[in-house]
Structure formats: C-alpha cells, structure tokens
C-alpha cells in the first residue's frame, strides 16, 4: 500500500493528505484518531512478507486480473499463518476461481467495498466454498469495528449482490430507451428524483413490508398492480403474491399497523431530513443532456454490460 505519509509529493500521496484532511474538516472521518495521526500508522514498502508481517487481516486491492490476483494470494499463501485472513476487494471474480488450490483456503474471501468506500458503507462478504465460518464472522466484525455495513452472501454467485441488483436496473433502463419509452435524461431522472431516493434509506423489501399490509389483500384491491409486471423481465415470482404476509416479512416480523405507520411517515421525511443535511433545500436533477451513462455502448445481455465491468 502507498503512504501518503512517506511519498513523493505530487503524487498519490498528496491527494491522500488532501482527501483526509478533507474528511476531517468536514467530520467525516472515522475512527478515534485525527487525520495526522492515521497518516502516520501508514507505511509502504517493496517487500511482500515485510508488508503482511505481523497481519491479521490482508485486503488484496489489485486491479481486477484475475491472474495478477491469483499471483499475488499464491504468494501470500506461502507467507502467512493459520490465523490471517486472505481477503480480496473484487467486485465480480468468484472466490472459487480466486482462492482454489490454496492451502490456506479456509481463511480466504472476498471482502467487495462499494466505492467510494469512506462515504458508501456496504461491503459484500462472499465465501469460497471451503471458507470457514470463522473467517467470514471474523471478517463481518472488522468491517463493522471500522464503521462500514457488511453483508453475508451464503455463497458465490455471479456479480455477487450488489452488482446483480444494479445490472438489472442498468437493463431494464437500456430496454427503455432503446425501446423509445423515455429519454436518457428522464430516465436518469425516474432514479435520481424517484426510486434512488426511496431506496437510499430503504431497500425493496422493506418497501414492499410498509406498502401493503399483505400482498393478499394487496393484490385482491389492485389486481393490475401486480399483473403490470407481466411484461417485464425478471418479474417478482408470483408466490410473493400469493401469502398473506410479504415477502419482507422477516425483515420486520409482523409489525403492528401504527408500527407500519411511524415507519412510513420516517420513510417519507427522511430524503428531507438528509437534504437539509447536506446544506441544500431539494429541487429536481438536472442532468446534462450530454452526459449520460446510457450514452455509452451497451454490452453484454439485453444491452446491460456484463458482470466484468468494473461498476462498483
């Protein structure tokens, strides 16, 4: 890793100093210590076993190749003991193709950051089949000792969590406009000013959870509520539709109705709340009619880029 204690000015370095002292000035910073302090604990150096000495946790932050990465762990696999963890930061190389063959196998997986990582909490914990439970429990309290949100995916799965979710939106919005149903801009605008608000502090289950008091009642009130999915790929399975409870019942069990009505009335505040934050009243997006990431090729399935591309 490279210090920006140590380094030539005029490189990373002093935008690593910049960026901290940034994060500091505008109490963003975490973690007990000052910017000074931080930037002093960091050090670099050329030699492999000299940088992992004394380890217990190595997050391997490599450009995603899988065989430089594959490199690099066969290497750290020889150096370090049975109690260090072998993580790597790859936002779409399974661990089965990363970590395989390794004698240290059961202490390795993918710890995925979502950039940028000092302001974007989530890191998805991804396991390699033979990983032990230790290592991601060890994993998913560090992560949250150091103020980020991990998530425990069961097992691996192509484009993890979070990219699967984001491809599917990147999708459908490639279907839309090429299809003629809305421009780039107002397209932009439907999850700017719309459902990337909502799911900024709630996400599509616990949505659904405070939409409708159960899908069966739901569904028996607005039939073309749910048969207007029809059309759309990758529609929700009818069997969400056909219980009593939905489908986000287990993220809050069974919540009584003035339960359900605190949540949705905090629901309908906090874009505001987080706005007024930030120092700005709310007024819609104006996205540049120029600048648009649906004004790039499209590649991959459906128009959507494939799980390699470096969407983070």
């Not at 990373?12 to 960026?19: F, I, Q, S």
């Not at 949100?149 to 599917?168: H, I």
């Not at 919005?173 to 439907?190: I, N």
């Not at 409708?212 to 969400?240: F, I, N, Y």
């Amino acid at each position: 890793m490279a210090s920006p204690a140590s380094s030539a000015p005029g490189g990373v370095a002093v935008v690593g100093r910049k960026e901290m002292k940034l994060l500091e000035r505008s109490g963003f910073l975490k973690g007990s210590r000052g910017a000074k302090e931080q930037l002093s604990l960091i050090s670099s150096c050329s030699d492999l076993r000299e940088a992992v000495e004394g380890a217990l946790h190595v997050q391997e932050c490599v450009p995603e190749n899988l065989e430089l990465k594959k490199q690099l762990f066969a290497q750290l696999d020889g150096i370090v003991g049975d109690q260090v963890v072998l993580s790597s930061s790859s936002s779409c190389l399974l661990p089965s193709r990363l970590f395989s063959g390794l004698a240290h196998v059961k202490q390795c997986l993918v710890a995925h950051p979502v950039n940028p990582p000092y302001y974007v909490p989530l890191v998805e914990l991804v396991p390699h089949p033979e990983t032990a439970p230790a290592t991601v429990d060890r994993t998913y309290a560090l992560m949250r000792k150091i103020g980020q949100s991990p998530v425990r995916l069961t097992k691996e799965v192509d484009g993890f969590a979070l990219n699967r979710l984001q491809y599917a939106v990147i999708g459908e919005a490639w279907r839309l406009v090429e299809e003629g149903v809305v421009s780039p801009g107002d397209l932009d605008l439907v999850m700017s000013d719309g459902l990337g608000m909502r799911y900024a502090f709630i996400g599509p289950l616990e949505t659904m959870h405070l939409n409708a008091e159960g899908h069966v009642r739901e569904g028996s009130r607005w039939p073309r509520a749910l048969s207007c999915q029809e059309g759309v790929e990758g529609q929700v399975p009818h069997e969400t539709c056909q219980t009593e409870e939905p489908a986000a019942a287990p993220v809050k069990p069974r919540a009584t109705t003035a339960a359900r009505a605190g949540a949705r009335s905090l629901r309908a505040r906090a874009p505001v709340r987080r706005l007024r934050g930030a120092g700005r009243p709310w007024e819609p997006s104006r996205p540049s009619p120029t600048c648009s990431p649906l004004g790039r090729s499209p590649g991959g399935r459906g128009g959507a880029p494939g799980w390699g591309s470096e969407q983070h």
